[in-house]
């Protein structure tokens, strides 16, 4: 049990320690996009993707021994037990204590494994405060923010309560059918992910998202930050995330919903505080200039 | 006709009085018969399925619109929907369950026939309009873009038009079908083995039947209540699934599940059978622990009913129900492990010899690892919520899907196709196609695996640039392993047409099974006097 949470323990470990590689090597900004032939997560820009990057890891070690574990019996197998090499065959057919070993092994390799699992898990989806993210990743959180994103068909729509925001994201340049086509894109507005308008939060802020589908059911998705939940009509589901790194970053509806489903990109922009002030400055005068916001007429 | 009730000789004459041309298959009542008409409509639609997986390949073998005209992305959704549909319900099922399951049940336990011949021709005949309704589904109006999986409110307030309808009565259909044909299985396996065949004497493939076939008889009925609300809320003013009007849209996919993850040990169940069986043979040993063997999948069944909601890790559960479904899936891989090493173990020791239905096997025990093992990376629910509907998933599912079942089917055709048909594959033949099918499959869903890390979501006709290097690969993968498929259409025509005679028992000491016991091909009415199992 003590191993265990060691072994617990030191996730947490290589996984701060991969974040502040993740700083250090890149002090520009970040730029959370998939890369051609790329064969692995994206760089992680949040605490909790960190950890689950560094969970995977040690379950692709695992089950990649465990494949070539058993491949290597098939092939010692076929080399020694192939008709030629072996003309006379046991009758060999029980084997009580072989059986044990092969039931009890993979339980504790599986025990060894869930442990580390449940507690990623309850980090990941409960909302924490503040004060835990101190606790968890010594991340001192600049303020508190909600926003709410509705899925579409076939765009997404953010809300932010508190500042009395809203705004509506399309694929590439407008709300025109094809607007994803290649020639709005650039190599840093990718083609199918970059959107009209990005959803900005300032870094190392704690922020908590809300989803809901306003047609059929629609997931809001951001590799780079471990996060991905489902927006269903009718009922309101939560994640959190706090962005440890400024940048820009991608991620693409992940719930089949309709024709449309893979030209509903997500964009988020990481900024400094100071940034992020500026644009609620900007957006709030936007929705002034729009004339009372659904906000204002509430 | 007191001369049914004669001798061996008289025997003979009444089989030869039995229905002819056209009316002995469509009237048909003999297990052999309706199994060989499943395997031919598993044959036809792998074909249809299989096409129609190398028109999404082609759509997705480079960013942009390929095949499909800009702007007609419904039709790519429709193509993922039926080739979803076609391979699980139309391939592999009738394949593993009608085909194999009808011909070597009876043969096995030493039965004549199944408990009801007529229940099984009409489980045969239903499945004949519920093609047609999936097929014609494609083509009536825009075509069911919903996913195999059909989840409401998309698959209800998001498709108007008649395809929809008709690919939820096909389900209908094909649920009863298989309700019925695992009512007549349970009953023949539980009634008519031979004297001193006990459950625990019971070859493996007939267990893995008996388990399959109760998944199917507890689950189908739901799938059948989910998909009737379905189609009452599509058509009758209902709203069970209609947030705005009480009902939730969540429901379904608890529903759904709990059918469809028992489906899945369906489609692998049959085929862990097979390969059991081949693997004793070729090895020339009894299956290694054979109790732990048959236990084992007990207890996949049982499990498998209560792991569902792992298909819905983002749908906003409960903390603690997702933490439920982390553990109970993870329980799966130690009976699932069982079985792998016990392949392993009865091989050891074994003077084995390599023809095409060993090589499927062997081929199937591997790669069932590899898809075993990227299962228990997607049990675990954190790392689950960065895979979820990207190609990670996709590769995992066909690597225990196109390298599990239907690696299970070709090392079960192969194995019994003289035993079926009285003549034997050409065994060169049978090794290319062996090998065409695995540089096709690895080389298509093997780099999935990195579109899904890189964050690839499934379901969608084009994608950013950067996917492109890998989905090309999947393509060319694709291509192989359709005229592989093709291939075995041809060694399948040329076995059955011209393929050399074979007596009893081809295999030799290793297989040991009743099915061995009786003639190749074997004659219409077999086991008419109870053999003895000693």
């Known amino acids: 049990m003590k191993m265990v949470r060691k072994a617990a323990g030191a996730f947490v470990a290589v996984a701060v320690a991969m974040l502040a590689m993740a700083h250090s090597a890149s002090a520009q900004a970040g730029f959370g996009a998939p890369k051609p032939w790329q064969m692995n997560f994206q760089e992680p820009a949040t605490p909790v993707m960190a950890e689950v990057v560094s969970f995977h890891n040690f379950l692709t070690v695992l089950i990649t021994l465990i494949s070539l574990f058993v491949l290597g019996l098939l092939l010692y197998i076929i080399w020694r037990f192939n008709a030629k090499a072996n003309p006379v065959p046991s009758k060999n057919s029980h084997n009580t204590m072989l059986e044990v070993v092969w039931t009890v092994i993979p339980i504790t390799i599986l025990v060894i494994m869930a442990i580390p699992s449940f507690r990623l898990l309850y980090k990941a989806d409960v909302v924490p405060d503040a004060a835990k993210v101190r606790e968890w990743y010594g991340i001192n959180v600049a303020g508190t923010i909600d926003i709410k994103a509705i899925g579409n068909q076939w765009f997404w729509s953010y809300e932010y309560p508190n500042e009395r925001i809203k705004f509506d994201a399309f694929c590439g340049v407008g709300p025109i059918e094809g607007a994803c086509f290649s020639q709005d894109a650039t190599p840093k507005r990718p083609r199918l992910l970059a959107t009209t308008e990005s959803v900005v939060v300032p870094v190392n802020a704690l922020v908590r998202l809300l989803t809901v589908g306003q047609d059929v059911i629609h997931a809001w998705a951001m590799p780079a930050f471990g996060v991905k939940i489902d927006a269903v009509p009718g009922r309101t589901n939560h994640a959190w995330f706090v962005a440890t790194r400024e940048g820009t970053y991608f991620g693409q509806c992940s719930e089949l919903c309709g024709q449309g489903h893979g030209y509903m990109p997500i964009t988020v922009e990481v900024v400094s505080q100071q940034r992020y002030q500026q644009w609620l400055t900007s957006k709030r005068a936007e929705m002034a200039v729009k004339n009372g916001t659904q906000f204002a007429a509430n | 006709m007191s001369s049914a009730y004669g001798g061996a000789h008289a025997q003979d004459a009444h089989a030869h009085h039995g229905p002819t041309g056209w009316r002995r298959w469509a009237y048909s009542t003999n297990h052999k018969d309706i199994g060989t008409m499943y395997l031919v409509f598993a044959c036809v639609f792998g074909i249809v399925g299989g096409l129609i997986s190398v028109l999404i390949r082609m759509e997705l073998q480079e960013p942009g619109m390929q095949l499909l005209a800009e702007g007609d992305y419904h039709q790519f959704n429709v193509f993922t929907t039926a080739h979803g549909l076609i391979m699980v319900f139309f391939l592999i099922m009738p394949a593993l369950i009608g085909g194999f399951g009808n011909w070597f049940i009876p043969l096995m336990i030493g039965a004549p026939d199944m408990a009801f011949p007529r229940l099984n021709n009409m489980s045969f005949w239903f499945m ?407």
């Open chain 2, 128 to 534: 004949i309009p519920s093609a047609i309704m999936l097929v014609g589904s494609v083509f009536a109006g825009d075509g069911a873009g919903t996913g195999w999986t059909v989840y409401a409110p998309l698959s209800t307030s998001g498709h108007s038009g008649p395809a929809v309808d008709m690919a939820i009565l096909s389900l209908h259909l094909a649920g009863a079908s298989s309700i019925l044909s695992s009512l007549n299985f349970i009953t023949t396996i539980f009634n008519m083995r031979a004297p001193g065949m006990t459950l625990h004497r019971m070859p493996l493939f007939v267990w893995s039947q008996l388990v399959t076939t109760f998944l199917l008889l507890l689950s189908l009925p739901v799938l059948a209540g989910a998909i009737t609300m379905l189609l009452t809320d599509r058509n009758f003013g209902t709203a069970f699934y209609e947030a705005a009007r009480g009902g939730d849209p969540i429901l379904y996919q608890h529903l759904f599940w709990f059918f469809g993850h028992p489906e899945v040990y369906v489609l692998v169940l049959p085929a862990f059978g097979i390969v059991s069986h081949v693997v004793a043979t070729f090895s020339k040993k009894p299956i290694f622990g054979y109790l732990g063997m048959a236990y084992a999948m007990v207890a996949i069944g049982a499990v498998g009913f209560v792991v569902w909601a792992h298909h819905m890790y983002t749908a906003g559960m409960s903390v603690d129900t997702e933490a439920y479904f982390l553990a109970a899936t993870l329980v799966i891989a130690v009976p699932t492990g069982i079985k792998i090493f016990s392949w392993l173990a009865t091989m050891w020791g074994g003077s084995i010899e390599f023809k095409t239905p060993m090589l499927w096997a062997v081929g199937m025990i591997f790669m069932f690892t590899v898809g075993g093992v990227t299962g228990v990376v997607l049990a675990n629910s954190p790392v689950t919520t960065a895979f979820h509907d990207t190609y990670y998933v996709v590769g995992h599912f066909h690597y225990v899907m196109a390298m599990g079942a239907l690696f299970g089917i070709f090392a079960g055709w192969y194995y019994w196709i003289g035993k079926m048909s009285g003549r034997q594959y050409n065994e060169t033949l049978g090794k290319g196609h062996f090998w065409l099918t695995m540089v096709g499959v690895n080389l298509t869903f093997f780099p999935m695996h990195f579109s899904g890390l890189a964050g690839m979501p499934r379901r969608i006709p084009d994608y950013p640039d950067a996917f492109s290097g890998w989905n090309y690969v999947s393509s060319i993968g694709s291509y192989i392993g359709f005229a592989a498929a093709l291939l075995f259409v041809y060694i399948a025509i040329r076995t059955i047409t011209s393929g050399e005679r074979v007596g009893a028992n081809y295999w030799g000491e290793g297989a040991t099974s009743l099915e061995w016991t009786v003639d190749s091909p074997a004659p219409h009415h077999t086991h008419e006097t109870m053999p003895h199992v000693r």
